[in-house]
């Protein structure tokens, strides 16, 4: 029997007594907040979904897929558990892409179903009558290209013996891969049975079931479930040649098997980090704490996908210094994943909590001098970075309608987020602030939030009424309107007083001093090459890179500013190096910005740009060329088809 017709017959027995949150109300007084709770709020309404929850929402869904690595698609059926109003005609579904091949109940009845016009940022509604249906069941195949999906060739992992499939959903890209209501603010229970080739095994953001089975001699069957609620865009999968190393009792990493012996080297805090946020925050409710090294191409730093957080192999410094990544990425498990932005208008409750919570896990575990050198940076980053934005983009709570969710992706709702906690922190005390956001993330395990729910706890359990308190902290300033206000809690201003001082010689013309560099930290030498002045000559690049050897280390977010330094100066004994960067891994972070001042600098740069480009893309996560591809620098093959994956 195929994986896909054993999940239609077991799923009625499984799912018939099992989903998430309270049974649905009966009868004719359903309310549509028993349907999605929070939702009814003003600013919870996601102008990013064509899902109409509070009409008809999904609660559970099933996936049962084949991984076709020819065809570089996923095939199969999702089934769909659905709460809705008793007099609900129709659900909504969000898709991009995909080909539907038709619609059923539970019984295999027909449904009848409608796949509206394609718009560019949200794909196409799937209008479904459901008439009495509380269970549908869907057979399609995932899109061409699908944004969320990257298939990469042999040649493109550490191994070079088999392909790679990895997916990344955040923020509306998972609808390119599963038909569902594909919002933050509907969160869902699900489970799958994915059916790979042999020798790949298959990984989720969810909890493994039982051993693979065989399906005949050449493909194997992997089943996953998770029984707590999430936001659709962490549902995530990842495919390869990979194996496991346990980190401690609750924790493992997997990686290819030539990545393994340095990725579990460089994760060996991970357990110390479970149990310092655990104290500052509360239970850890996923149950595992699992991460997934993947190829070069991950767009992303980390992504924090319940008990499996995805990550770069860019953090892999080889002494542990880049590991600040790891504490981001768990600290999601309460912001972001327990309690969740109910629209990315609200990103940042996702990231600056996230933030905040990372730099207090730095400073339980490796002490208040990490602490307040980590809190100086991000200080001074994003007080550079809000200058050079919209005023729009510098709010908190930003108006997303008609933009991309990733428009909003900037450095204000991660340092200004944390800033913005810090600020309330100072004012109301670290004890008081403590025991708020471990309430935070108790009343709100598992839902959706808003800023507005936020602004009102923060009334609620912190100001309680205290008139100066209020006025001094500038809520509604903080959240709703540009810029930093001038009430911001400052950094320690003796964080880096030897690095600045440092910088300070360096800038009135002495030389490098590579004895200081090598007793610094990696915050100290970012600090150095992110404060020194920009605008230098061929000889003093080379000074420095002699006295630091900035083109050999093996730090990539130390090279990513020695790399920037030298394209801005159009440095161009860094070429090399900065090929090598640029086509040998992916992360959006790092290739963005050097790729666009490559390109903005129409004479030196822009050749060089188009022909790095060209050759890197195929690398690239559809998430990282969605963006590149609008500098002008796009490669053509011939006919005039786009190289590389759309």
């Known amino acids: 029997m195929s994986a896909r017709l054993f999940t239609l017959a077991l799923s009625a027995l499984l ?28 600013d919870a309404v996601d102008v990013h979904s064509y899902a109409k929850p509070l009409e008809a929402r999904v609660y559970h869904v099933a996936l049962d897929l084949d991984v076709d690595f020819d065809a570089k698609r996923v095939a199969g059926t999702a089934t769909l558990d659905i709460d809705a109003k008793d007099d609900a005609e129709e659900i909504i579904l969000d898709s991009r892409g995909l080909t539907i091949n038709s619609v059923t109940a539970a019984d295999g009845e027909p449904l009848a179903y ?20 509380r269970r549908i069941v869907i057979d399609y195949v995932s899109a061409e290209n699908s944004t969320a999906l990257q298939f990469l060739s042999p040649e493109q992992t550490a191994g070079g013996r088999h392909p790679f499939l990895l997916s990344q959903g955040q923020a509306i890209e998972n609808r390119s891969w599963i038909p569902t209501q594909d919002s933050p603010g509907i969160r869902q229970t699900w489970e799958a049975k994915i059916r790979v080739p042999n020798p790949l095994t298959a990984v989720m953001s969810a909890a493994t079931i039982g051993d693979p089975v065989p399906d005949g001699k050449d493909h194997r069957i992997f089943s996953f479930e998770m029984e707590k609620s999430v936001p659709p865009y962490l549902i995530a999968i990842a495919v390869g040649e990979i194996e496991k190393r346990s980190l401690g009792l609750r924790s493992a990493v997997w990686a290819e098997p030539e990545t393994i012996d340095a990725a579990a080297a460089e994760l060996a805090d991970t357990e110390r980090m479970i149990t310092a946020a655990e104290r500052l925050f509360g239970p850890y409710e996923w149950g595992r704490y699992d991460m997934i090294v993947l190829p070069p191409s991950f767009p992303f730093g980390g992504m924090e996908n319940p008990r499996l957080t995805f990550l770069t192999p860019t953090f892999i410094a080889g002494d542990k210094s880049l590991t600040s990544l790891i504490a981001h990425e768990l600290a999601h498990s309460w912001s972001g994943n327990l309690a969740t932005n109910a629209t990315w208008a609200d990103f940042w409750l996702n990231e600056g909590m996230t933030v905040y919570a ?5 400073e339980a575990v490796y002490g208040k001098e990490a602490y307040d050198q980590q809190v100086a940076l991000s200080l001074e980053g994003i007080r550079g970075e809000i200058e050079e934005l919209e005023e729009w983009q510098q709010a908190l709570a930003i108006d997303l309608k008609g933009k991309h969710p990733d428009d909003g992706f900037n450095g204000v709702p991660y340092e200004k987020g944390a800033a913005f906690l810090r600020t309330i922190e100072a004012a109301v005390g670290r004890e008081a602030f403590d025991a708020f956001l471990k309430g935070w993330f108790e009343r709100h395990a598992f839902e959706p939030v808003t800023s507005s729910m936020f602004l009102e706890e923060v009334r609620e359990y912190l100001i309680k009424g205290d008139e100066e308190l209020e006025a001094s902290l500038r809520l509604d300033e903080w959240v709703y309107e540009a810029g930093i206000p001038d009430n911001v809690a400052p950094a320690n201003p003796e964080a880096f007083a030897e690095v600045d001082a440092a910088v300070k010689a360096f800038d009135n013309g002495e030389t490098p ?6 007793g610094w930290n990696t915050d100290e030498r970012l600090r150095f090459l992110g404060s020194i002045e920009t605008d230098l000559p061929n000889n003093r690049l080379a000074a420095l890179d002699r006295a630091f050897g900035l083109s050999q280390t093996g730090n990539n977010e130390i090279l990513f500013l020695w790399l920037k330094l030298a394209v801005e100066n159009r440095y161009d004994p860094a070429l090399p190096r900065l090929e090598e960067f640029l086509t040998s891994q992916g992360r959006r972070k790092f290739v963005a910005p050097l790729i666009t001042a490559l390109a903005e600098d129409k004479e030196w740069g822009m050749p060089i740009a188009k022909r790095l480009y060209a050759k890197a893309r195929p690398l690239y996560h559809p998430i990282t060329t969605r963006g590149l591809d609008l500098l002008g ?4 093959l011939p006919g005039g088809t786009a190289a590389g994956q759309s």
């Open 114 to 133: 409608e796949v509206g016009e394609e718009d560019e940022t949200l794909g196409a509604p799937i209008s479904v009558k459901i008439g009495d249906a």
């Open 15 to 42: 799912l018939a007594s099992c989903r998430s949150g309270d049974e649905a109300p009966q009868g004719n007084e359903m309310a549509a907040n028993d349907i999605a709770p929070i939702l009814d709020r003003e």
């Open 513 to 518: 001093n590579r004895e200081a560099w090598v």
């Open 633 to 636: 620098i796009k490669p053509d």
């Open 358 to 362: 990372e730099q207090r896990i730095v």
